[in-house]
């Protein structure tokens, strides 16, 4: 009975360590959620606005460009993946990859070869375990993404939607992130970003019979897109960067949460199982005094006969 105490002891204190961590994980991701949120919603007006303009400038011409035209016979697609650099995320990392990989399927079965790209270790590893081909990668930012990381991740990206397919460039640009709709819930999404589809700007600013203005271009219309495409790639990469940041967050809080709530039910129970021994082994050592006690009034009885 004293080595089963001591092992329900043990696990006590075990468990009692871990909930002390997983509680301040928590707290700490509580913390981060509220500035990631707060970065979401100032980002997520400017790169609305700019994808209005990109698109008001590509319905005022007839040019051509990457931005505004499909390809008659698209070929090649880019899809990049954001997830993070940790875990402990309940299934954050795990929806993103499924979402990518759906994604992935849908285009190849359209006739498209596609090129992966991919943010936060997670989202590397998985690939990499399954021997998956990945045009590039890039780590260590996912918590607190800047806006020079989105210009690093979108670098790579303007170059091969600005690069003929022949030369091994894209015809599209797919992007696969968490959406944070609120603390409680996170949507895994992937928007095409180009080239732009009208009904999609229109249904993402909700002013679907706005009428667009009029511009005139100086020195021409190409020029002025030619500008506003790495503006506009790397502002909706930012605004996802955050809002993956913001949904890891939210994940971590709640899954820590749980974990937290977990270990207090663990340590009740382990409090009673402890408990009931130490109970059992008081009462086998109260049975063995009073038997010890009665053997001895026996054999002292018998020596006085």
């Known amino acids: 009975m004293g080595a089963q105490l001591r092992v329900y002891k043990r696990r006590i204190r075990s468990v009692t360590a871990t909930k ?20 979401v919603a100032a980002s997520t007006p400017y790169a609305q606005e700019l994808t209005r303009a990109v698109t008001a400038v590509g319905t005022g011409s ?18 990049l993946l954001l997830t993070s650099d940790r875990g402990l995320a309940g299934a954050f990392n795990s929806n993103a990859i499924k979402a990518a990989e759906q994604l992935t399927e849908r285009l190849e079965r359209e006739g498209k070869q596609v090129d992966t790209y991919i943010v936060g270790r997670r989202g590397v590893a998985h690939y990499n375990f ?15 993404p800047t806006y020079a990381d989105a ?21 599209e640009l797919h992007i696969v992130y968490t959406e944070f709709v609120s603390m409680m819930t996170q ?3 992937d928007p095409r970003l180009l080239p732009l589809r009208l009904d999609e700007v229109a249904a993402e600013t909700g002013k679907k019979d706005e009428i667009l203005p009029l511009y005139d271009f100086e020195p021409s219309a190409e020029d002025v897109l030619d500008a506003l495409l790495p503006r506009y790639v790397e502002s909706r990469i930012y605004n ?5 940041a913001a949904s890891k967050h939210a994940a971590t ?12 039910e663990l340590i009740n129970t382990l409090s009673r199982l402890a408990n009931a021994a130490r109970q059992a082994e ?24």
């Open 187 to 189: 949507t895994a999404v």
């Open 151 to 171: 210009k690093k991740v979108a670098a790579p990206l303007i170059e091969a939607i600005e690069t003929e397919t022949a030369d091994g460039g894209v015809d």
């Open 282 to 305: 008081i009462t086998q050592e109260i049975s063995e005094i009073v038997g010890g006690a009665s053997a001895l009034a026996d054999a002292t009885a018998g020596s006085d006969n």
């Open 130 to 144: 399954r021997e998956r081909t990945v045009a590039e990668s890039f780590t260590g930012f996912t918590d607190e």
């Open 253 to 264: 809080r709640r899954a820590m949460k749980s974990a937290t709530d977990n270990a207090g």
């Open 62 to 79: 007839n040019t051509r460009h990457p931005l505004t035209t499909e390809a008659e016979n698209p070929t090649r697609a880019a899809v």
């Open 240 to 244: 996802a960067l955050l809002q993956s």
């Open 20 to 39: 002390k961590i997983t509680k301040a994980m928590e707290m700490i991701a509580a913390s981060r959620v509220v500035k990631a949120q707060r970065k």
